[in-house]
């Protein structure tokens, strides 16, 4: 699967932006999209995702502000963060895993300033 990631960009503390990611493919089964986010010296952290179920899965710090969504007819999954706060600064990178296939799209950075 190949995964395009936009949408980022510099904002205030407070403000919101939507990050899209736009798959080649968006399977009906046994599919998993998530956001990832990176910051220097750390490993990716998970921050959201969506399965072909519609489940979804949110980091805690995370919950309340953003959600995940999809739309099928675009092959796109969609973040939208809310209220962003400065710790949410980071290349943000989605992700499709499908059984044992995990595929990473570019990343696309997020900045809060306070």
């Known amino acids: 699967v190949q995964l395009q990631a936009s949408g980022g960009g510099v904002v205030q503390a407070g403000e919101s932006l939507r990050l899209s990611c736009a798959a080649s493919?968006?399977?009906?089964?046994?599919?998993?999209i998530g956001w990832y986010r990176q910051t220097p010296g750390r490993q990716r952290d998970f921050v959201a995702s969506?399965?072909?179920?519609?489940?979804?899965n949110l980091a805690d710090s995370v919950k309340g502000r953003f959600t995940i969504s999809r739309d099928r007819a675009k092959n796109t999954v969609y973040l939208q963060m809310n209220s962003l706060k400065p710790e949410d600064t980071g290349v943000y990178y989605c992700?499709?895993?499908?059984?044992?296939?995990?595929?990473w799209g570019q990343g696309t950075l997020v900045t809060v300033s306070s």
């Open positions: 992700m499709s895993q499908r059984g044992s296939y995990e595929d």
């Open positions: 493919e968006i399977s009906y089964t046994n599919q998993l």
């Open positions: 969506i399965r072909s179920t519609g489940r979804v």
